[in-house]
Nanobody, 121 residues
């Protein structure tokens, strides 16, 4: 079992920045793809950014150039640096861990409880 605990959400004005953190209960980065998803009210959950076990990042088109995913293996923590925030970035952000297959698909087995990000205009 893996526990994921997010932190760092909050209220920020448009154009501002936030950094989200996700602490894993044990060392998993060498095995799992780590990712941040978000879910806005009335919307489906969507992938925002992912980081494979080999350290390859990928981003949703809507956040490319603004968000950056990284990890600190010594701290078992993955981060999401969010810059130039927009009101449409408002959502609950979830950290997830999963295994990526050889075909490139990822099944996320573990999820955090989520952290609210609110961007005011």
């Amino acid at each position: 079992q893996v526990q994921l605990v997010e932190s760092g959400g909050g209220l920020v004005q448009a154009g501002g920045s936030l950094r989200l953190s996700c602490a894993a209960s044990r060392s998993i980065f060498s095995i799992y793809t780590m990712a941040w998803h978000r879910q806005a009210p009335g919307e489906q959950r969507e992938l925002v950014a992912g980081l494979t076990s080999r350290g390859m990042p990928n981003y949703a088109d809507s956040v490319k150039g603004r968000f950056s995913i990284s990890r600190d293996s010594a701290k078992n923590t993955v981060y999401l640096q969010m810059n130039s925030l927009k009101p449409e970035d408002t959502a609950v952000y979830y950290c997830a861990a999963g295994v990526t297959t050889a075909w490139g698909t990822t099944r996320y087995n573990y999820w955090g409880q989520g952290t609210q990000v609110t961007v005011s205009s």
